[in-house]
């Protein structure tokens, strides 16, 4: 099955990956980590709910930690071009056969919620409060300094289902990874907003969240969270790297949240803005594009993710293939 | 006088800066320079013209030096998305006014070759030659690792002009130095492609081109060519830095090649695809916003520039400034 | 006058430089200055003073701050090896014809006093109380994430003399300025514990103390510091840098404490424990000694110190030869 | 057995290590590893050996590989401060019942040879020839741009006995793990130069060479030597990390050159030239002393190393602990 045509030109503008809300089972644990050490700001907090931010985002929230009795992954939120772009996002959804509908959010506007086929949810608006820069109080600078939100990855039960679907929204793959002999997708990276990846998918018993990538400067700033983390008592959230990844080129590191909501803290990637930028193909046998360099990936990493709340994740079509340890 | 608003609906849809010629008077002493100091790659040479690409670039060129028997700077080219652009192109500045015509480059598409009111030359494609990723070649990056080109800056006779011509093609300011007595605009930084530019005007004797950027990875790349243009008979050619710009968060250095055009080495800077992304608005008199910290710019760095061949520039509408030292 | 040959086996055997204690006239804005934004530790506090050390150190401190009417520097403190080291520096020392006495420091031992021919007041003690390691505690860092306090340099009247004296100690030199014509050294930098320098000494108004540098770890730590000072009210303490000397291959960043005492982040120099390490001479025409790269030095780089209390500088024998611009 | 008194006056004056001897099957592929690939600078070439040193060293060489049939490890070198601490060696040795003789080594003066009680080969020596500094010729910098040897580690088959002898000889223990129940030494950090180690022993099959490392600026340059590796055929020979130790604080990473041999890269370790420097006593059963944050080990990392060049090692007295996995 080959890779499906870029979209050119999309039904509605998607302009980037927004946010996303976690369920979590103690508030207080979550912010000392995601605040106290991985260095996000609160922006708000209220009702069971911490908003956060990254260093150089303006908009109000890029990660919403909301208190519950059970850990889930929530909507995974995209911001659109302009208002316009919800109501055409509504149609085109529509006519591929989603469910959609208008649900309130705090702190932004008009708000479309909806599913991929196999069931992640998703929403999209067009404006979100916007808050006074921070970029340059350095003062304010912690944890691993992360700069912005950078993107998701989920499992998926059919990646070439996921990919032909998101394809059609418009997002363009950059990476993938396919089996040589059926030629069926294993892995792909998909963009909107000129980077590697605003989403991937894996192929896995899904949909489920497999990780949220946040951006930052060097691999000196990872090298700083680790010293921070394996010396405040968070060694054990410490799940994968540092490495680099043959795909994205990236510098990364696999942590996990109280929860074990996993968080990837990610550098050195490319900018692929071009609309007839080539998709890199990876070979599903060869070690280097999960592992440039660095220790094999732990079985967690392959298997474990965060469930979307209320989202029963199926088998993969695929047979999971044997991991490859690089 | 106001700041334009964004067209977020601009008349063709440029993707992003892409290339530009240098005259240079000695090709060999360039090329030693270009390549074997900065570090960029030879991708082609031929009939006294060298094409040269940064690490991380799939697209043939981002600079091409050509022997002269005067220095000059040419045609600023970028890449639109596709070919009905170039026809929409066309429309459009004819529209504005500008002359058009269609050119033949090597290694690009079809080409048109217009200019902005004050005469700066630019040049529009859809297509160029495409070359194999070489960006996890490590064993070729050398120099500062250049991994992008990323902006160009030129003088402007009267940039409120050069402000509301380029928004009008679609360029969006994300940061802008003004007048606060009479509102006039000193400078201003705009983009396609979604960081803080692709194109920046100074209050100047222009058009000129002020210098071309090149996008690296942390501040010890820039650091590694201090060391290296120190100790190999280029300290001459160091004019400015390190140092970092309040404007843009940059971390810079700017250098000079043998003749004399100016090139930044540049990281530390930050997302802007926001449609709604907010301009930051700089005090003329706020000293900060040249020099957050670091030496005072030196008065070549505010006086030099490559003149465009056969363009006469001309004195700037506003008097100058006096030079605001850090 | 050529070098003197450096001393293999002297009369007492001294370790390291030490701390000194420098008297500030608001404790609270020193405080706020040398352990809220350089990062070292307060490891106590009592009666108008506040002692300080640096994150891998484990002796007690590192620098006093004393609050006292007037700004002064006080005496330079070296760590001998052994108590009978005491013993013999006070017999060496008379034997120079320098007074000597035994006076009382808190968290130190027996503590020699003493003074270098031209006034600069030295005391030298074999054990100062030992803290734990903070070494490893990574949330504790902050700042400039000090690590060491690696050496003074002062000002001196006449260098031949200061380095006859202080070469007689066992201090060897590294690398040393020196006048083409008549051979006088104009700048000496001498070592015991096998960096490039324990204590320096440049031709000027003296003695004074021209400033105490700290050792960091990469670039990076003094990049952040400039970062968080521009933005925290100090812009104007940063006096110099970054840059790099020729000398000791340093790159380094002078700052100014809220009195104006002199401090240096300083990395990148190189070991010298081998007793045939040839010193390096440097032309004192060669603008590559002062700064390998970077904006030239500032009038107040070269003029300003900080009096040692009670002592009278005097002008230099050698006249002040003019400043070199790099 | 509790952990030796420091001898604070030792018989002969032992500055640091110096070099040591690699026997190597194809010495081609050895210079693209050694010098090609970790940017040692080649010093000499003849009869089979090729002589190396680090960026700021002033020293002939501080490595040789010699072509040979077999993979083996010779002397460990040492520079002595003074001929008379080589004719105070000699004596020391022989009243310890070890065999000396004098021996004849190129580049470098008067040589006595001898051997730790269990066998490993050693050599002394005052003067080596002294190179012109290249510490500044930063067009030289390549690969991981090692900058000094740092250590030796061996596997000993008693580590108490080796810390017993070696502290006769005026090395002093900065770090060493201990079993708790009986007090004997699993592994010991001896240093003689300042820093953490010039040697140091862990319990194993021995005499063996387990490693020799050099010092590296900032762990990016660790990172740049793994892209390199990873992706000029060299990814077999990257053997463990990157990761951060906790035993000496290095971020490490650890590789093997064509024949086997293991070299650490290596920074962030700290300065122990106090004499009453306080040991840091590690548990064995504690994780981190091994690997503060990174991966486990590999089984190789443990059990293997190189061969004294006609030594049998032999098992050692204490049974092999479990390998602790982090």
């Not at 850990?71 to 149609?91: H, I, M, Q, T, Y």
């Not at 410490?238 to 109280?258: K, Q």
Request: contains cysteine.
């Amino acid at each position: 099955m080959p890779l499906p045509a870029p979209i050119l030109h999309p039904p509605f503008n998607t302009v980037r990956l927004s946010h996303t809300v976690f369920d979590v089972t103690d508030l207080k644990a979550s912010r000392a980590f995601w605040s106290g050490t991985l260095g996000l700001q609160v922006t708000a907090e209220a009702e069971g709910r911490l908003f956060l931010r990254a260093m150089e985002e303006r908009g109000h929230h890029c990660i919403v930690l909301r208190e519950a009795k059970l850990p889930a992954a929530n909507a995974l939120s995209f911001k659109v071009w302009e208002e316009g772009d919800l109501d055409r996002a509504k149609d085109a959804l529509e006519m591929l056969g989603r469910r959609t509908s208008w649900v309130e959010r705090p702190y932004q506007g008009r708000t479309l919620a909806s599913s991929d086929p196999h069931g992640v949810p998703v929403e999209f608006y067009a404006r979100m409060d916007r808050l006074p820069s921070i970029h340059q109080n350095y003062a304010a600078y912690h944890g691993v300094k992360p700069l912005r939100i950078d993107h998701f990855n989920c499992f998926s039960p059919n990646v070439d289902e996921s990919v032909a679907f998101w394809n059609t929204l418009g997002f363009r793959v950059t990476e993938y990874t396919a089996d040589e002999d059926t030629g069926a997708l294993w892995a792909a990276w998909m963009h909107r907003k000129g980077g590697v990846h605003d989403i991937a998918f894996t192929n896995g018993l899904g949909p489920r969240l497999h990780h949220t990538a946040f951006w930052v400067s060097t691999p000196l700033n990872i090298i700083d969270l680790l010293d921070l983390m394996a010396t405040t008592g968070y060694v054990a959230n410490i799940e994968r790297g540092p490495g680099r990844h043959g795909i994205s080129n990236a510098f990364f590191l696999y942590v996990l949240d109280p929860d074990g909501h996993r968080i990837e803290l990610y550098c050195s990637d490319y900018q692929t803005v071009d609309p007839d930028h080539e998709p890199i193909h990876w070979d599903l046998k060869d070690p280097r594009r999960q592992t440039l360099w660095g220790a094999p990936a732990p079985r967690s990493w392959f298997e474990n993710g965060s469930a979307f709340a209320g989202i029963a994740p199926r088998e993969p079509d695929l047979k999971a293939a044997p991991i490859v340890a690089p």
